[in-house]
Structure formats: C-alpha cells, structure tokens
C-alpha cells in the first residue's frame, strides 16, 4: 500500500467515526431531552407534599387523615418592623420529631409557607416561624393554616393576620 493510499484509508475511517460517533451523540441527546421531559412531567403531576411524614408514607399532606388526638390551637401572628412571626400550640403529640408547617394564604397572593419542628417537651409543643414580610407580595389581610403532622395524622389550626 502506498503512502498515498494509507492516508486515503485513514482518512476515511475517521471520517467514518466520525460520522457515526456525531449520530450516535445526536441521537443519545434526544433520548436525553425526552428523559428530561418525562422527570418534569413527573414532578409537575407529582402530589404536593408539605411534610416529612407525608413524604415518608409517600402519601400527599391532603390525604393524610385528621387526628382524633392531636390539636393546634392558639394560633397567633403578628407583624413587627419587617418580620412576621407565628406561634401555635401543639398538643396531644408523642414525640417532638415531626413538623409544622405554617401556611399564609391570599386569593391575590403567592401562599408563604414555613416548615418548622416544634420546641418543647411532648405532649404540649410549641411551634413558631419568623418570615421576613417582603415574601408576603401583597398588603393586607392574609389567612394563616398551621398544619402539624404526627405518626401519618394531621391536626391544624388557622387564624386571619394582616400584613402591611
């Protein structure tokens, strides 16, 4: 084989990889961006879980079942200087390893929302979240849903705030 033609011969098997190697790469990107596709469509359709619990019994936080047992109560928030804090008793929990997850609500509105453990001692908890109020988007009055979640139940409380 001359030189001539080696050079011709190598020629054509790199062009030939190549070739074949850009296929083969445009081709695993299109499987790419369709994997791609289906994981957002995975999460876009995916259950909204607001609690560790729910994420652990791989059940959504509105199908977890309300207990007869636990309560929230004296639900309070209030606004001083640029932050909002909230509190809620807990009571009825046997164990202070589980969440609370505050909630404030407009219909104008973004909801904020701030998952918290709760301090104290089982079975009387206490919960409390501080927000800085440039998350709350709009002025006024705004619904606060505090939901604590226990051994796969829920209990919650609400009360109405108003955020200037």
């Known amino acids: 084989m001359t030189k001539k033609a080696l050079i011709i011969f190598i020629s054509i098997v790199v062009l030939a990889g190549l070739v074949g190697g850009g296929a083969a790469l445009v081709k695993n990107r299109g499987n790419n961006k369709e994997k791609q ?34 309560s929230v109560s004296n639900v309070q928030a209030s606004e001083q200087g640029n932050v909002v804090s909230a509190t809620a008793s807990i009571g009825g929990s046997k164990d202070a390893s589980s969440d609370c997850v505050f909630t404030f609500s407009n219909d104008l509105a973004k909801p904020v929302v701030r998952q918290v453990t709760p301090s104290g001692t089982a079975p009387n908890l206490t919960c409390s979240a501080t927000i800085n109020n440039v998350e709350f988007s709009v002025v006024g009055s705004w619904k606060l849903t505090v ?9 919650n409380g609400t009360t109405d705030v108003t955020i200037n």
Not at 43 to 61: E, H
Not at 148 to 154: F, S, T
Request: no cysteine; proline share 7%; glycine share 2%.
């Open 37 to 70: 596709s289906n994981v957002i469509d995975q999460k876009k359709n995916a259950p909204i879980q607001t609690s560790r619990q729910a994420a652990q019994n791989n059940q959504p936080a509105q199908n977890v079942p309300v207990s007869t047992t636990l």
């Open 147 to 155: 939901n604590y979640y226990n051994n796969g139940e829920q209990a």
